[in-house]
């Protein structure tokens, strides 16, 4: 049974950190690129950072370049996310995502909330 399990999420001020983890199972995690998107209230669900499957090339929002890293762990198989600096329009409900050339799987999400 394929699964996807996101946690870290919680409420943070503004300008605080939290780190993301989502831990795979059920699948080839290594053979997976892995990506965090999120989505706000009434908002449509953005890609917000992209790991490559061995972990060497990363790329980011433009909104979140310089705050957020993604890194992964294929021995745990486990994706996490470093949110630094968070500002109040990170808030959304965060989901990891591993997307195959085929087939792609979706996690539950994790509420963050920035606010003071």
């Known amino acids: 049974q394929v699964q996807l399990v996101e946690s870290g999420g919680g409420l943070v001020q503004p300008g605080g950190s939290l780190r993301l983890s989502c831990a795979a199972s059920?699948?080839?995690?290594?053979?997976?690129?892995m990506r965090w998107y999120r989505q706000a209230p009434g908002k449509e669900r953005e890609a917000v950072a992209f790991?490559?499957?061995?972990?060497?090339?990363?790329n980011f929002a433009g909104s979140v370049k310089g705050r957020f890293t993604i890194s992964r762990d294929n021995a745990k198989n486990t994706v996490y996310l470093q949110m630094n600096s968070l500002k109040p329009e990170d808030t959304a409900v965060y989901y990891c995502?591993?997307?195959?050339?085929?087939?792609?799987?979706w996690g539950q999400g994790t509420q963050v909330t920035v606010s003071s």
């Open positions: 059920g699948f080839t995690f290594s053979n997976y690129a």
């Open positions: 790991i490559s499957t061995t972990g060497l090339n990363t």
């Open positions: 995502n591993a997307q195959g050339v085929v087939v792609g799987y």
